[in-house]
T-cell receptor, first 115, second 112 residues
Framework: NAGVTQTPKFQVLKTGQSMTLQCAQD?????MYWYRQDPGMGLRLIYY???????DKGEVPNGYNVSRLNKREFSLRLESAAPSQTSVYFC??????????????FGEGSWLTVV | GEDVEQSLFLSVREGDSSVINCTYT??????LYWYKQEPGAGLQLLTY?????DMKQDQRLTVLLNKKDKHLSLRIADTQTGDSAIYFC????????????FGTGTKLQVIP
């Protein structure tokens, strides 16, 4: 029972390099999210996709792009990595983007260091 | 902007009760959540409470909501070493999940 799977788990990038974080869910969920977690700042929403074919900016979208490839997959791209993007990234999904107790399921996280 | 605040650290002895506190600023919050994050893992939903409720109990977990003071707490009875984790409070304002705001997290350390 995989749930939300994200890759890679760990990555070190040089400033200016690009990379894509991959995420897939096998729960037939409509909505998917990318968060970043930084010490003392909780989780902040980068981008979300309420349903297949739509994406919207969250709280901290600058420096990132996303693609909702299909219903299962939602990728996050860093075009030109900066040290400020060193963080733990979490992909998440939920059955829809609204409703009581509509549980958000999280992946295990991707640790990204930009040097 | 909307804020959700928590203390960063709590230490309790095994068998005691733990109380993790959270304050939020947005009066339009409709649901409030508690998530648990174990080391190296993502967040898992523990419980949630509707904003029109004062209390919710689920086995060892008790959630108290004081809407007037915008204060939420999570009480864990008979705390075990397996409860050691980071606990996140989150509030959901009407309009969808893109409006869920997470607190900074409280690291609970359980001393055997």
């Amino acid at each position: 029972n995989a749930g939300v799977t994200q890759t890679p788990k760990f990555q070190v990038l040089k400033t200016g390099q690009s990379m894509t974080l991959q995420c897939a869910q096998d729960m037939n969920h409509n909505s998917m999210y990318w968060y970043r977690q930084d010490p003392g700042m909780g989780l902040r929403l980068i981008y979300y996709s309420a349903s297949e074919g739509t994406t919207d900016k969250g709280e901290v979208p600058n420096g990132y792009n996303v693609s909702r490839l299909n219903k299962r997959e939602f990728s996050l791209r860093l075009e030109s990595a900066a040290p400020s993007q060193t963080s733990v990234y979490f992909c998440a999904s939920s059955a829809s983007d609204r409703g009581a107790g509509n549980t958000i399921y999280f992946g295990e996280g991707s640790w990204l260091t930009v040097v | 902007g909307e804020d959700v605040e928590q203390s960063l650290f709590l230490s309790v002895r095994e068998g005691d009760s733990s109380v993790i506190n959270c304050t939020y600023t947005d009066s339009s919050s409709t649901y409030l959540y508690w998530y648990k994050q174990e080391p190296g893992a993502g967040l898992q939903l523990l419980t949630y409470i509707f904003s029109n409720m004062d209390m919710k109990q689920d086995q060892r977990l008790t959630v108290l909501l004081n809407k007037k003071d915008k204060h939420l707490s999570l009480r864990i009875a008979d705390t075990q070493t397996g409860d050691s984790a980071i606990y996140f409070c989150a509030d959901h304002r009407s309009g969808g999940y893109q409006k869920v705001t997470f607190g900074t997290g409280t690291k609970l350390q359980v001393i055997p």
